[in-house]
T-cell receptor
Framework: DAKTTQPPSMDCAEGRAANLPCNHSTISGNEYVYWYRQIHSQGPQYIIHGLKNNETNEMASLIITEDRKSSTLILPHATLRDTAVYYCIASRRLDSTSYGKLTFGQGTILTVHP | EAQVTQNPRYLITVTGKKLTVTCSQNMNHEYMSWYRQDPGLGLRQIYYSMNVEVTDKGDVPEGYKVSRKEKRNFPLILESPSPNQTSLYFC?????????????FGQGTRLTVV
């Protein structure tokens, strides 16, 4: 799996967009970018994933640069409940004969303040 | 409701006393795994299972056993717990065949070995 680099911490005001960057400059062509978050000692929660196109779901948007060396997770209207550790993971997709392991780094601690 | 259920949530035990942490999922997922989380070390995979009766070691398997006799259950067994196994444990499950993007995690088991 490609190594990912994230800032250790970020702040965001409630109601504003939170933009969390992730660098994955050594990502290979068959590796996806996943985002998870972990709210204080709870189990990690899947947020979104993508390969090369931008993606959006009910939780967030994922913007991947054209060269795929970096990405940004966007929480459009952050709330206090979005305070969590956010993990960016680059990992290849499973096929019928292998199992992909999610390798969590240190992540970014996002603090949303009133 | 789709969920991964771990029991117990909290456990304090003594060195050498065998224990089992149960994990059950109700999503008919093929893949299940166990992680431990320690401060400064992040989440590390202990064991994983690709399907019933198919298990394999993750990054830190020493001192642990697992079994997968039924698709829904994946217990973690500590035959002779030691203090260095004091940790926060998470069970996870995900669909098979290329759909590992969305892994569901349990709420965690905080284990203390004294």
């Amino acid at each position: 799996d490609a190594k990912t680099t994230q800032p250790p911490s970020m702040d965001c005001a409630e109601g504003r967009a939170a933009n969390l960057p992730c660098n994955h400059s050594t990502i290979s062509g068959n590796e996806y970018v996943y985002w998870y978050r972990q709210i204080h000692s709870q189990g990690p929660q899947y947020i979104i994933h993508g390969l090369k196109n931008n993606e959006t779901n009910e939780m967030a948007s994922l913007i991947i640069t054209e060269d795929r060396k970096s990405s940004t997770l966007i929480l459009p209207h952050a709330t206090l409940r979005d305070t969590a550790v956010y993990y960016c993971i680059a990992s290849r997709r499973l096929d019928s004969t292998s199992y992909g392991k999610l390798t969590f780094g240190q992540g970014t601690i996002l603090t949303v303040h009133p | 409701e789709a969920q991964v259920t771990q029991n117990p949530r909290y456990l304090i035990t003594v060195t050498g006393k065998k224990l089992t942490v149960t994990c059950s999922q109700n999503m008919n997922h093929e893949y299940m795994s166990w992680y431990r989380q320690d401060p400064g070390l992040g989440l590390r995979q202990i064991y994983y299972s690709m399907n019933v009766e198919v298990t394999d070691k993750g990054d830190v398997p020493e001192g642990y056993k697992v079994s997968r006799k039924e698709k829904r259950n994946f217990p973690l067994i500590l035959e002779s717990p030691s203090p260095n196994q004091t940790s926060l444990y998470f069970c996870a499950s995900s669909p098979g065949q290329g759909a590992m993007f969305e892994a569901f995690f349990g709420q965690g088991t905080r284990l203390t070995v004294v």
